[in-house]
């Protein structure tokens, strides 16, 4: 394993041996690039700090009750962890109830999840140190508990998507017997804080870009669904197994196309790819069909995205594509429309073009761009050479223009007039902004 020499120089100060372990032992075997290194030894978290005290590595303390602190220099971060033993309440709930410290590498390995997670690198030795068959289950291609899978997972319930995202990032199988006690307790998951599940939700999105598997991602949420664990992350979307659609523009159920929309969007769409059909089941079974989907599936993303604390700036956003993604589905608006709906969504275009891509493609019977797309990318640039204002700022006046115009008014009446200048040439003059602007406070006088 390659040890930088900030790292080595670390080891030869230590008092006993000092490990890498986890993921960064885990991914130099398997050859993937990994960025956090996670230490650990026989030393309690004061004993290290009492070590390093007057030499150029700075500790920081991070949690006393699990023996965790940081460690770094030269730029350099590590986190350390003693080894210890866990107890929990056995509801999953993932913090544990009480440590232990004071015990062996062997013990410390047996608290962990996976096998694949508990392989230690001795530095000082150049050596690995598995004492749960980590490696072996790696040449397999298999995640596997490293004790009982009832009591790992009983222990924490957020082990299941854990292992979901090991399984998807690597392209393993997971173990028959770990994956059957994870159904069984997966509802479990009801104990795990939101944030939690929010952050690997979000790593299975984008396991594709740990090991560049195609199609990563879309096993990642197949698991979920096969475990039950998509029920704490999206409830929905198992709703669409077996709602058939439109066979001349749709060769999967809506779950499956959900599903291949996600897999072939950039990263940074999945989620508004995931929900952006998500309401197709619920309108089907109240309305026979599936018009205002769009709709509905942003009030959909906008509940589960707040139940899993996504910031509102990511919700706004999502909701934004969803809700848009239909428009000029058969490329019959008038270009006015079109006009408009550009300088409408102007700050979301580019994610909503590639949202519009990766449902086209995602229908399973076409190839290429979205012809609806390719409508506002020959648009888009059009506009801008007109000098459409796509934000106040681009106006040819400004709130000094509005002397006559009430202060509740003003607001209102630059963005009147912004949206006239998607499709007056006039307005995108300062005679025309000045004029529009004085006829707005005629009409508008109280």
């Not at 096993?219 to 001349?248: D, F, H, M, S, W």
């Not at 589960?304 to 848009?324: C, D, F, P, Q, W």
């Amino acid at each position: 394993m390659e040890i930088s020499s900030v790292l080595r120089e670390l080891a030869g100060m230590w008092r006993g041996k000092l490990y890498v372990v986890g993921g960064a032992v885990r991914d130099a075997i398997l050859g993937v690039t990994t960025y956090d290194v996670d230490l650990a030894s026989s030393l309690t978290a004061e004993e290290v700090c009492a070590l390093l005290e007057g030499t150029r590595f700075v500790t920081e303390r991070h949690s006393a009750k699990l023996g965790t602190l940081g460690i770094r220099a030269d730029g350099e971060k590590f986190e350390y962890t003693a080894f210890r033993t866990d107890s929990y309440d056995m509801r999953g709930a993932h913090a544990p109830a009480s440590v232990e410290f004071g015990v062996t590498l062997e013990e410390d390995a047996l608290r962990r999840d996976f096998t694949v997670n508990a392989v230690y690198y001795d530095i000082s030795e150049d050596k690995i140190v598995d004492v749960t068959g980590g490696v072996e289950d790696m040449k397999r291609k298999l995640i596997r508990t490293v004790r009982d899978p009832r009591e790992v997972i009983a222990e924490d319930a957020l082990r299941i998507m854990r292992m979901v995202r090991f399984a998807a990032s690597y392209g393993f199988d997971i173990d028959a017997e770990t994956m059957n006690r994870a159904t069984e307790m997966s509802g479990n998951l009801v104990n795990i804080a939101p944030e939690r599940i929010r952050e690997e939700f979000e790593r299975i999105l984008s396991a594709d870009e740990v090991c560049g598997i195609k199609g990563a991602q879309r096993r990642g949420l197949e698991l979920l669904k096969e475990c039950g664990a998509v029920q704490y992350a999206v409830p929905e979307l198992t709703e669409g197994i077996g709602v058939e659609q439109n066979k001349n523009w749709h060769r999967y159920d809506v779950y499956g196309h959900i599903l291949s929309t996600v897999e072939n969007a950039p990263r940074r769409i999945r989620l508004a790819a995931l929900f952006h059909d998500i309401a197709k089941p619920v309108l089907k079974r109240e309305t026979g069909g599936s018009k205002g989907h769009e709709i509905r599936g942003a009030e959909i993303a906008e509940l589960r995205m707040t139940a899993l604390k996504y910031s509102k700036a990511e919700i706004a956003e999502v909701k934004e594509l969803v809700a848009a993604h239909m428009f000029d589905l058969k490329c019959n608006e008038p270009e006015e429309a079109l006009r408009l709906f550009i300088q409408e969504h102007i700050g979301v275009m580019d994610k909503l073009l590639e949202l519009k891509d990766a449902d086209w493609i995602g229908g399973g019977t076409r190839t290429g761009s979205n012809p609806s797309a390719d409508r506002i990318r020959a648009l888009l640039p059009v506009m801008k050479e007109e000098g459409v204002a796509f934000s106040l700022k681009d106006l040819k006046a400004n709130g000094k223009d509005l002397d006559g115009v009430p202060p509740e008014m003003r607001s209102r009446a630059l963005r009147a007039l912004m949206k006239r200048t998607a499709t007056d040439p006039v307005a995108r003059t300062r005679e025309g902004a000045l004029g529009f602007l004085k006829n707005f406070e005629t009409v508008h006088k109280p």
